[in-house]
T-cell receptor, first 113, second 114 residues
Framework: KAGVTQTPRYLIKTRGQQVTLSCSPI?????VSWYQQTPGQGLQFLFE???????NKGNFPGRFSGRQFSNSRSEMNVSTLELGDSALYLC????????????FGSGTRLTVV | GQQLNQSPQSMFIQEGEDVSMNCTSS?????WLWYKQDPGEGPVLLIA?????ELTSNGRLTAQFGITRKDSFLNISASIPSDVGIYFC??????????????FGKGTKLSVKP
């Protein structure tokens, strides 16, 4: 059974650019959540999608957005990148919104220069 | 907002030693989860706890959901070199019939004693 797949694994972008990250959940999982991990702030919740609807949102600026497709795959977008957006972005999927724990992908390492 | 205090921040282990770490919160949670993260990888779920007072084992790992629902601990018995990594606790609240997002502790970094 394939795990959670995140692409790309690494990205280098320039300040002011925008970026799109992709996440394919485990087959059958309908909930996809996104987290940002930095050395200073640790793991912080960005948003959760369930059946193509954003169900929950963390405390991040509007530059961070996401969406989920009918096949449960999800993308997150960050516009007008800032140096502080450099982080490991993790996607996690679950069967029905975390009732049985979340399975994380390996993440996308974003570096903003 | 909700915060989890995880301690210790770091510790050194010698093969064969038992290890203990814990998390406390000012808020109650419905679920406590323990994850381990290796360098360059995402967190991997070790143990999930769903009921106050619950004690659950997974091999050499044992975790408990505190009676007050505001704390949890993880014990690793007879540690081995592959136990090295960062361990995170996470709390989760139920709302609207399903579980909410995870609130993570800052992690406990396990390293090998020099």
């Amino acid at each position: 059974k394939a795990g959670v797949t995140q692409t790309p694994r690494y990205l280098i972008k320039t300040r002011g650019q925008q970026v799109t990250l992709s996440c394919s959940p485990i087959s059958g999982h309908r909930s996809v959540s996104w987290y940002q991990q930095t050395p200073g702030q640790g793991l912080q919740f960005l948003f959760e999608y369930f059946s193509e609807t954003q169900r929950n949102k963390g405390n991040f600026p509007g530059r961070f957005s996401g969406r989920q497709f009918s096949n449960s795959r999800s993308e997150m977008n960050v516009s007008t990148l800032e140096l502080g957006d450099s982080a490991l972005y993790l996607c996690a999927s679950s069967w029905a919104g975390g009732d049985y724990g979340y399975t994380f992908g390996s993440g996308t390492r974003l570096t903003v220069v | 907002g909700q915060q989890l205090n995880q301690s210790p921040q770091s510790m050194f282990i010698q093969e064969g030693e038992d290890v203990s770490m814990n998390c406390t919160s000012s808020s109650i949670f419905n679920t406590w989860l323990w994850y381990k993260q290796d360098p360059g990888e995402g967190p991997v779920l070790l143990i999930a706890l769903y009921k106050a007072g619950e004690l659950t084992s997974n091999g050499r790992l044992t975790a408990q959901f505190g009676i007050t629902r505001k704390d949890s601990f993880l014990n690793i018995s007879a540690s081995i070199p592959s136990d090295v990594g960062i361990y995170f606790c996470a709390g989760q609240l139920k709302y609207g019939g399903s579980q909410g997002n995870l609130i993570f502790g800052k992690g406990t970094k396990l390293s090998v004693k020099p």
